[in-house]
């Protein structure tokens, strides 16, 4: 073989050997690409610009989605969709005429966004502290003095998670049943209260059984309160008791909820009955929003 025809062989081979070693670098940085590039959000991961507490939070990626679903997984539930993120401005609640302050049921919104909110303190279980660390379902507690005062502490974990303290009143009264001073004292009384131990006046007022007046709302608005809210539902140990004729969810309502042990749920837990009410608000298509971001 002459010398020409060496040097052809020389050079095919050598150009064969650079387009396999293209090809394989060029695999090696499309598999690598593909390793590396960011998964997108898991179901139930906080969504962006979601404050801390957001339903499902637990970081992006395959080992945020394994988190969400195993937290999710333990109490026997299937992830909650993450929230939106709550709107650059507030909405305005619907006002009462008169002097006092607005009373809401429901948040103004298009979104399939529900609020949870807690009332009273009566039951202190342990467990519904981790349930909610874990899921991080964010809520809002109503709280009352005579019903939390011997164990004010309680509370202070689920508010480090970005759970919200309001105002329940002094004593559960049925406020109707009382003049505007005595209303005024139990308002404001609590206010003080929960100002001292968690570090923050409330902004938002609960009446008891959800009763109010015309002195109510000014009693209210004199104390620091921005809005008297209620609620469209109310979970009971298994059900919700809707206050509509279609017995559904509607976007912006707010549901009710207690503070209540096996005693008060023939039988049931608090985190059980936590439990059957995201069952709830998911089967309908719903995930839960936090109130005071929205009010």
Known sequence: MGWGA????????????????TGVTTGCTTESSAKTSKSPSPTGSRASGAPSGSAGSAGSGSGGR???????????????????????????????AGPGVPVVSEIPTDQKIVFLTIDDGAEKDPEFVT???????????????????????????????????QNHTLTHPNLRTLGAEAQKREICG????????????????????????EDTRVAAGSCGVEAIVLWRESMQTKNMQ??????KLHPGDIILAHFRGPSDLKGTTMTQMTANLLRHIQEQGFTVAR?????
């Open 6 to 21: 060496v040097d052809r062989r020389i050079r095919g081979a050598a150009l064969a050997c650079l387009l396999l070693a």
């Open 66 to 96: 394994a988190a969400v679903e195993a937290a999710y997984r333990k109490w026997g539930l299937k992830p909650l969709a993450a929230p939106p993120a709550p709107p650059a401005a507030k909405p305005s609640p619907s006002s009462k």
């Open 242 to 247: 809707y206050q509509r004729g279609d017995k």
């Open 190 to 213: 609590q206010q003080d209260k929960l100002k001292e131990r968690y570090g923050a006046a409330p902004r938002l007022f609960r009446p008891p059984y959800g009763n109010w007046n």
């Open 291 to 295: 109130l005071e971001d929205y009010l």
């Open 131 to 165: 349930m909610m660390r874990e899921l991080k379902i964010p809520f809002t507690m109503f709280l009352t003095d005579s019903a939390i005062r011997g164990d004010y502490d309680y509370f202070k974990p689920l508010q480090e998670f970005g759970e919200g303290v």
